[in-house]
């Protein structure tokens, strides 16, 4: 007799077939039965053939069993032959998120093994399966026959178009045991057009995230190296190390072999890559062996030490520019290798650090002969609490020695003891006294070798205190306006500390580099390092004013200068500093709307008023549309080795063309005597959930050496769950 409709029961024999239809999906990362866990049916209703063994449950029948659902029309179940049949608008949702879709499926034995119609599956990755028949063996593998995969999300407004690219192939094998989706006789479509075939193909599942095998090749061509084939190998040595393999052939040249291996450890992590080659390239000052090689590193030795190194070493200058090698291995610098070794730690309010450094320099008229090996560089630092006064002390001690196989050879240790306490006024007047004396012990060896300015005069040691007091005093003046709020600020600093002059007789490793401007105006030591100093009675004063409202509207004028009682000045002639009156530094902001926005910074001399450095920027439009604007101009006075001003200009363009399709130009041009297009490329690029697709074009009209002016060509293609490919044009 049938039962009500709509009707809950607790049936052992059904509890199965949640668990059963789970194996029978391609893509399930492993739902297995649970015998244990209570099943319920629920159906319009449910009927038993003791003669013929059969259970039938018709009309809305869903069955659970923890996570799983299954839902069809109708599901029967024979007891004597175990076998489960559901047909009709079959629906699975697996625990893993897998929801499999299906018209008729029937599953034999031990449950393990099954065939489904009209198969369909959502991963939890949102990709997707479609077959016209899938079988399941062993349950563990799942051949699917003409099929297709795509991780694309079909179209909203028309669900059956055909995806943006997907994979047809006659057969699609998923062995869920080695996480692997294999193809045979496949081609991948765009839009439903093939237009690329493969008689076999592989890739991980979405449940791997790590799995051996060949990547994506890369392609790359030049007229000084000719055609660039590399097919990168992925290798998973463990749970916590890998490596990425890649020989390169070289249509002009021998081949190249390039890799990559990087380890987590317990403690730490490392990564080393590196690049080598035979070249059948003569005469042009290197050997038949070219290469690179660069690693980094940084373990844990407790919870306050660590110790590390970073390193990178080539055989020539030329060799990672030639072979389009810096944007393989993500370098930041163009013309310096920097290598590192060093221990740290930290503990309360104190670090502390013990470095060595070694260089290579990449430009032509770098030497190794004259490059610095600085073995040890030490430092520490520490910042006590705030006092009941306000008052805080500090302490920092630094030493460096500097090795050279010809040149200067230094040593140095310094000390900085400090005191700092900021008051403020009723008033509301800012004020900041300072104390510190700095103590420093040099010496330096093979004096003749360098022609290097302010070098000592002889071989031997000398020493250098220096003590200083400074007061500094600011005055913000706050107007608050219905709509807007006006800041006027004046500020001012007085250092007073003896007067030391050049310090030509103190050798200068670290601080060659230096640059005058607005956001070290009132530093008290506006040099990069400990070598020098800036010493004497002087004062720093400026002005800062401000206007914003509550319209985003922000407008900003920063000018200062310094005032020195002498004019001796560790400063190099031309740095802005050198004189009793500085040069005038200042700094411009303007945001008048959201889609306008501008920043200038400027460097005038304060003797005849001549603009020596200007830095601008300007950018405007809406986000869908935004043109930029830079330019950059520094006098030749200020670059004392320089044989030119620098006076260069730089445009881009941003567009959204729309939600997929965005583009990018940009131009960098001298202007002057010498003008013309630097740099000039653009990029196009179109990206969605599953598919990125980039065209970037380059001209180059600056070179030398072995790397002359050269128009670059780089295609990129990205699908989802496969890789990328890239193509390079020079």
Known sequence: MPTPPIIRVICAVFGVVAVVLAAAVPESAGAQPKPDLPSMISADEVTSDEEFGIVTATGKVEVTQGEMLLKSDSLSYNRRSGVITATGNVGLVDADGTVVFS???????????????????LMADQSRFAAVTARRSDGTRTVMRRATYSPCQPCADNPTRAPIWQIRAERITHDQA??????????????????AYTPYMSHPDGSEKRKSGFLMPDVSSSSQVGTMVGVPYYWVIGPSADATITPIALSNDYPMLTGEYRERARNGQIEYRGAFMNTRREGEGFGDHRGYISGRGNFDIDNDWRWGFDGSRATDKT??????????????????????LYTEGFRDRGFAALNAFSYQGLRPEDSMSTAPLVLPAAEYSWYGEPGASGGRFAFEANSASIYRSQGLRAQRGSMVASWLL???????????????????????????????????????????????????????????????????????AVYVAPNMGNQAYLPNEDSLGFTFDDTNLFRRNRFSGFDRLESGVRSVYGANTEYSNVYGQRFSVFLGQQFRTRTESAASAGSGIDSRFSDFVGRINAAPHTW??????????????????????????????????????IDRALQPTAQASINQ??????????????????????????????????????????????????????GRAEIPPDTALLFRIALKNLGELSLRGF
């Open 103 to 121: 018209d008729f499926l029937e599953l034999t034995g031990d449950f393990r093994d099954g065939i489904a119609q009209n198969f369909r599956a």
């Open 178 to 195: 080695e996480k692997e989706v294999t193809y045979k006789n496949a081609w991948i479509e765009f839009g439903g057009v093939p237009v």
């Open 319 to 340: 060799f990672i520019d030639r072979y389009r090698l810096r944007q393989r291995f993500a370098f930041l610098d163009q013309n310096v290798l920097e290598s590192r």
């Open 422 to 492: 900021p008051y403020t006024t009723n008033s509301g007047e800012v004020y900041s006294l300072g104390a510190s004396v700095q103590g420093d012990l040099f010496h330096a060896s093979r004096i003749g070798s360098t022609t290097r300015e302010f070098r000592p005069e002889e071989d031997g040691t000398n020493a250098r205190v220096m003590p200083e007091v400074s007061i500094g005093w600011r005055y913000p003046l706050v107007r608050q306006m219905p709509s807007g709020r006006m800041l006027v600020e004046p500020i001012a």
């Open 596 to 633: 306008v926005s501008a920043t200038y910074r400027f460097q005038v001399d304060s003797a005849n008023r001549e603009l020596l450095r200007s830095v601008s920027s300007m950018s405007l439009g809406p986000a869908a549309l935004r043109y930029s604007l830079s330019h950059v101009r």
């Open 649 to 702: 200009l730089g445009h881009a363009v941003t567009a959204v063309v729309s939600e997929y399709w965005r583009f990018q130009g940009r131009v960098i041009q001298q202007l002057g005597a010498d003008d013309g297009i630097l740099v000039a490329g653009g990029t196009l690029i179109y990206e969605d959930d599953c598919f990125v697709w980039g065209l970037d074009l380059t001209r180059r009209n600056i």
